[in-house]
């Protein structure tokens, strides 16, 4: 009888710890893009690894900051990915941790861009994306970003507003063309300012212009890469821009929220986000162009993402500080020469 009891007893422990570990929870914090493929790449994969639940919260960086600052005394969400500017905010309001890399496997396997893309720590980097031109070449040539402007050309442009992602770097860019590179963009956005009678519309949705492109209402604009797929996809021939300027673009990033309780599981996830085998699986289906250099890929999906080293190291990033410092100079300035 006793023996019995010690057995049932023995049972009730385990299934008590089964329970506990089963009962373990991971907030994430999320961009609201291809959910369906992250849950079935990433997510739903990471939970039966990790035996814990995984909770996923989606939003706008804007909205998604303003919960993390709104519960910075008893954080909610363990871990978030943001772009590189948000995550030096977050860093500088004192909402995130220092990443301990060492505890990261495939720390080593990212490209050096990614591995501390602010130069403070606080945050890794898991995919980035190229910024250039989506143009017709039957009807254009660009060599250059301010081949946008020529006369023959602008009428059928369309550019991205200041407040959108691809807003500041094909400023920047242009600024570059132009000679006139200082972080306030005030010459490039004064000379977009001098055609913004001519240029069809500034965009603020990149699917916008797949339609405008199909009906040759517009030959060209600065896109990121992640919308790349969908003009390969048209029924008139589109080409990617390599300007003799360059291509600059974008990174997201992974962080820690200060003062998680989870922060060994955070650990884990992001770890398992940056394998080679979901960077692969994520890079098969477009969603993320990955940031592990170990990924290999086929041409047909590398020529519709951000891949390679030689990709990496050539791409002209806005500092996330001078993003943060300048953005509100730069909307200001928009607004003044260009309008709403």
Known sequence: ??????????????????????????????????????????????????????????????????????????????????????????????????????????????????????????????????TSIAYRPDKMKIDSWTDLLKPEYVGHVAWPNVTTNQGPPALYMLGLALGKNTPDLAAPIATIGEHKSDIVTFYEKSSQLVQLMQQEEIWAAPIGRFSWAGFTKLDVPVAWATPKEGQTGGMNVMVMTKGSKNQDLAMQFMDFWLSTEVQTALAMKLVDSPANKDVKLPDDVANNLTYGEDTAKSLKLIPSAVALDERDGWVKEWNDKVGQ
């Open 1 to 130: 009888m006793k023996r019995l009891l010690l057995a049932s007893a023995t049972l009730l422990a385990l299934s008590t710890l089964g329970a506990q570990a089963q009962e373990r929870t991971l907030t994430i914090s999320v961009y609201a893009f291809a959910q369906d493929d992250y849950k079935k790449l990433v997510y739903d994969p990471f939970e039966a690894k990790c035996g814990c639940k995984l909770v996923v919260e989606t939003g706008n960086s804007v909205e998604r900051l303003a919960k993390m600052q709104e519960n910075k005394a008893n954080p909610v969400v363990d871990m978030a990915v943001i772009s590189m500017a948000d995550a030096l905010q977050a860093s500088r309001a004192g909402l995130i941790d220092k990443i301990d890399t060492s505890k990261l496997s495939n720390f080593n396997k990212l490209y050096d861009v990614a591995k501390d893309p602010n130069g403070d720590g606080m945050s890794v980097g898991y995919t980035f994306y190229a």
